[in-house]
């Protein structure tokens, strides 16, 4: 059981031939019946970060290439022990519809 709070802004650009989306979240996570061991009674809380881009480009008609890189960020007030981390992910490739 816990409570999240979140605001999130997605923005995308697009021609006939170009698509970039990107997007950006925050998030606050407080879980009242987890008891924080550090600092006795407090309540553990998270603080979530998620960014991302996207950009895709048409090669021919049913075939498009696309990159995207997403950084993620996570904070509490226990550290590592409740779940403390940062990455990136990059991806890339070839779309095909048909």
Known sequence: NYYQYQ????LRWQTADWEIKGSGQLSYEDYPVQINEIYGSETLYRT????????????????????????????????LKAGDYKGTIV????????
């Open 7 to 10: 605001v999130v802004e997605d």
């Open 48 to 79: 979530l970060m998620d960014l991302s881009l996207e950009v895709e480009h048409r090669l021919f008609k049913g075939l498009k290439g696309f990159g995207k890189v997403e950084y993620q960020r996570a904070i509490s007030n226990e550290g």
């Open 91 to 98: 991806s890339g490739g070839i779309r095909w519809e048909f």
